[in-house]
């Protein structure tokens, strides 16, 4: 999970990453990798649906 994730982060193809915050706790073994490095580009206002509440980010890798 994470390591494919950091490798995809690290391509010189990843112009964007598009993520989606879940808020609550979850039964989670396996975490994203940190991406303070990346510009936020935007944040969509919180929604909620179905009893989860989210909100979707976009970022930019340094310099792109």
Do not use: K, M, N
Request: contains cysteine; hydrophobic residues 35%; glycine residues 14%.
């Amino acid at each position: 999970g994470a390591g494919i994730y950091a490798l995809a982060l690290g391509h010189p193809d990843c112009a964007r990453l598009l993520l989606t915050r879940v808020r609550g706790t979850h039964g989670c073994d396996a975490f994203f990798p940190r991406f303070a490095e990346l510009r936020p580009l935007r944040t969509g206002d919180e929604q909620q649906e179905g009893g989860a509440r989210f909100a979707f980010s976009e970022y930019a890798p340094p310099g792109r």
